[in-house]
């Protein structure tokens, strides 16, 4: 294999101690450094993720998120009624942090982003019902890691969902969700 020749827009970022690798047409840019192995006597390569370099610039890793949308968004939308008798008795904020960490609980790399504030004392009276809905929704396992699947994905500044498989699209028609509802991420707020 011959020498890669990359566009000037990726060779300035091209310097002692970083490395670009080409992957399906997307330059990544790496720091690479170098560490002792004692075992093999010899010194072992480490590379380390820096981000995506595009015609207008890199994208650091730190500006890229991926969070699971599915299950969370699911639970949360058959969770209306719950949602509402928790807003009642305990009032809106309260409310929609106790729902999200009912969610967190099942799936930890959800787009919720939680309070550090645990509501414990709160969540006991409300976690018989959700485990209610949570077996409504997870009838197998493989609905639960289906929807686990589908995915919220940021990148500088933008958000958008994974592209769904018939199978997700289907289990979401068997749980009677309606499709638009469960696409629209436009009132997603990620760090509330």
């Known amino acids: 294999m011959g020498k890669v020749i990359y566009p000037d827009w990726v060779t300035k970022y091209i310097e002692r101690g970083k490395v670009v690798r080409l992957v399906n047409n997307h330059y990544y840019l790496y720091r690479v450094t170098s560490v002792y192995d004692k075992e093999k ?3 072992k390569g480490i590379s380390y993720y820096l981000g995506y370099i595009t015609p207008t610039g890199l994208i650091p890793f730190d500006d890229v998120f991926v ?11 058959k969770s209306k009624k719950l949602l509402e008798r928790i807003i009642n008795d305990l009032g809106d904020v309260l409310g929609n942090n106790i729902l999200k960490q009912l969610i967190f609980r099942y799936s930890n790399k ?3 982003k939680l309070d550090v504030t645990s ?11 959700f485990e209610i809905i949570h077996d409504e929704v997870s009838q197998n396992e493989v609905f639960t890691e289906s929807l686990k699947s589908i995915y919220l994905v940021g ?13 997700e699209l289907t289990i979401l028609n068997n749980l009677n969700i309606n499709v638009k509802e469960f696409t629209n991420i436009g009132d997603i707020k990620l760090w509330n």
């Open 41 to 43: 006597k010899r010194p």
């Open 67 to 77: 969070y699971e949308y599915g299950y969370s968004k699911v639970m949360w939308m």
């Open 110 to 112: 959800s787009y919720f």
């Open 119 to 129: 509501f414990s004392e709160y969540i006991s009276n409300y976690s018989r019902e």
């Open 155 to 167: 990148f500088r500044g933008q958000i958008a969902l994974s592209k769904f498989s018939d199978e």
